[in-house]
């Protein structure tokens, strides 16, 4: 009768994957369980994309999840489009992904971007800025 002999190390996995703007909340160790689970937090501003929590099966990790990039704007990027915030009076704004944002043209320009455009939502680091001249 043949007998099969497993290791210890089979089903476990090694450390959780790095993942970028983010970090595991939990201490990392050299070797999981199976089943063993770890948690993910992103960075400020960057927003959590899949899921939080990684489950460790058959000595592989479960996908990961992402940490999408805030969007950043600038006095540059207003001035180049001669807009300015419609809400808050500042001339630097950290945007988190899914957030909104509302433009007017400059005092002395109109529009010339379709009015719909002028409130736009930051989408992984990026926003669609409207044009005023």
Not at 4 to 24: E, L, M, Q, R, Y
Not at 30 to 52: D, F, H, I, M, W
């Amino acid at each position: 009768m043949n007998q099969i002999f497993f290791s210890d190390a089979v089903g476990k996995c090694g450390p959780p994957p790095p993942i970028a703007n983010g970090d595991t909340i939990s201490q990392q160790d050299k070797e999981y369980a199976p089943e063993s689970r770890v948690e993910y937090q992103c960075q400020s501003l960057y927003t959590l994309e899949g899921n939080r929590t990684i489950v460790c099966r058959n000595g592989q990790w479960s996908e990961p999840p992402k940490c999408i990039d805030p969007c950043v704007i600038s006095e540059d990027i207003l001035n180049k489009h001669n807009i300015v915030f419609r809400w808050v009076d500042k001339k630097k704004l950290y945007l988190e992904s899914g957030n909104k944002v509302e433009f007017y043209c400059k005092r002395g320009y109109r529009r010339l971007s379709p009015p719909e455009s002028f409130r736009t939502t930051c989408r992984d680091g990026k926003v669609a800025y409207p044009t005023c001249g």
